[in-house]
């Protein structure tokens, strides 16, 4: 058999989609297919039509007719059955059998012809193996590519940290040129002692319950970190010179389409208030602050288990006063944060039981007819009280908003993304487990992964705790707190 040419045609005569499999002119295969519509006779149950150079194998679907074009010489026999099988598949590719649903499915119906037929002869394969050869999934590259992208974000981050520092440093610089206590800067040291600190326990490494640290700074050359840049001083223009910035009514008009489309517009707030509240919400009350924080960087797999699981902790200082700088700290940890380095305090841990990660994902998508259903449930551990919980979903490009049948929690739907965020305020003893189901047009289950995930505790997997300050130099010891924190880096279902 030789297939000259696969087509889909309205029943009026009009090409929607052609594949040649043999070289032909332009000309020739127009010609061929605005001359099967005369062909085709009214009444008649044969499903083929010859000419003196062609045959015609045709199947109708609804509205359409699916077409063969063959030479007279091609079995009529293995015709029919390639016909068969690409009548199973064009449902499979197009949404809706009309005009509409062929040209907007047209590459993939083809690339599906591809597939069945090759230089004019029938490849022997079946629907599902096809699907399978187009899709062409590689869960390799999927776990190669989240790899790549984790090592940018970590370079990211490390970016923006040099910046800061070097930020801090020039403000440091800046203030050491204009006189003050500051001014003994550049040759003021700074004194780590951690001859009092031990760190064991049971296993051999650790923390030890009790261990204390001591802390030995100049308080010439110790100061709390600036929040900001101090605004410099400077004559006020006289009124009517400068720009105006604001809002006109065209960008009215387009932020309000943003909110009608679903669209989440934050306004800008007048900058001396947002500048002030900032500050006082930054702005340590104590002598002496203690900001324990542990970020979170979790990869589980789709179909169950751990693929990474690294948590990354860190203890930091700030003093406000510096008669304060001379003080020793102890603190003591309940859990076991593995390999800890010191800085001021550094530690990571890294495991592979899953029993470790405080919030689990499950997302079970089924095709049934014209529709997606999407269940997605998660089951929290008992370690956390997790807070402020965001679990995003990528969904393939929808013309209107997914149908959300049940859910704990509340919705969103961010339509330029095409992402489903389910929020919960609060998940602790009450509400351990909870659901979301809804439905999509039909979709590839790949397309709802990989589904990311943020929250916040107030408790750390290390369980540090300061018990108490002692000023080095005598006195009563200066009033403390402590801030406790774990967040979320990079947490994913892949």
């Not at 101090?230 to 006020?236: C, D, G, K, V, Y």
């Not at 008669?323 to 309940?334: K, M, R, S, Y």
């Amino acid at each position: 058999m030789v297939v000259l040419a696969a087509s889909i045609m309205s029943k009026n005569g009009k090409v929607l989609v052609s594949r040649q499999f043999v070289d032909m002119s332009r000309i020739r295969i127009e010609g061929l297919l605005a001359a099967f519509p005369k062909l085709i006779g009214i009444g008649k149950q044969h499903t083929y039509v010859e000419t003196e150079n062609v045959r015609y194998v045709y199947q109708p679907i609804e509205a359409l007719y699916l077409l063969l074009v063959t030479n007279k010489q091609s079995n009529i026999l293995d015709d029919l059955e390639t016909l068969r099988l690409l009548s199973k598949l064009v449902p499979e590719y197009s949404m809706s059998l009309d005009e509409e649903g062929i040209c907007q499915t047209a590459f993939e119906l083809i690339f599906a012809f591809d597939e069945v037929i090759s230089l004019g002869h029938k490849e022997n394969v079946t629907v599902a193996q096809v699907k399978q050869y187009c899709e062409m999934e590689s869960h390799e590259e999927k776990l190669h590519k989240l790899l790549l992208q984790n090592k940018i974000d970590e370079t990211k981050r490390r970016m923006k940290e040099e910046a800061s520092k070097i930020d801090q440093m020039k403000i440091e610089k800046n203030r050491g040129n204009k006189g003050g206590f500051m001014s003994s800067m550049g040759s003021g040291r700074i004194e780590s002692s951690f001859s009092d600190m031990s760190i064991s326990s049971g296993g051999g490494g650790g923390f030890g319950s009790g261990s204390g640290f001591g802390l030995t700074t100049d308080i010439d050359s110790f100061a709390s970190k600036p929040k900001g840049r101090q605004p410099s001083s400077a004559t006020a223009p006289p009124k009517g010179l400068g720009m105006k910035l604001g809002k006109n009514q065209r960008a009215n008009q387009f932020l309000e389409s943003l909110k009608a489309e679903g669209e989440m517009i934050v306004e800008d707030a007048q900058p001396s208030k947002l500048s002030s509240h900032i500050a006082t919400a930054h702005q340590p009350t104590d002598p002496v602050t203690l900001t324990a924080e542990e970020k979170l960087n979790v990869t589980l797999k789709r179909d169950g288990g751990l693929s990474n699981f690294d948590v990354q902790g860190q203890l930091s200082l700030q003093i406000l006063n510096p008669e304060d700088g001379l003080i020793q700290v102890q603190i003591e940890t309940g859990g076991n944060p593995g390999d800890a380095g010191v800085g001021l305090l550094k530690w990571r841990m890294q495991s592979a039981d899953e029993s470790m990660v405080p919030l689990t994902i499950n997302c079970w998508p089924s095709v049934s007819g014209n529709e997606t259903f999407v269940s997605i449930e998660y089951e929290a551990s008992s370690l956390f009280d997790l807070r402020n919980v965001m679990i995003s979903v990528p969904l393939p490009a929808l013309r209107e908003p997914p149908s959300v049948r049940q859910i704990d929690g509340e919705w969103r739907y961010d339509s330029r993304n095409s992402i489903l965020e389910w929020s919960i305020l609060l998940i602790d003893n009450s509400n351990r487990s909870g659901a979301m189901e809804f439905v999509v047009p039909p979709a590839d289950s790949s397309s709802f992964f990989p589904i990311s995930v943020r929250f916040s505790a107030t408790s750390t997997y290390s369980e540090l705790k300061v018990v108490n300050i002692l000023p080095l130099k005598g006195g009563a010891p200066p009033k403390f707190s402590q801030r406790t924190q774990l967040i979320t880096e990079n947490y994913q279902v892949v």
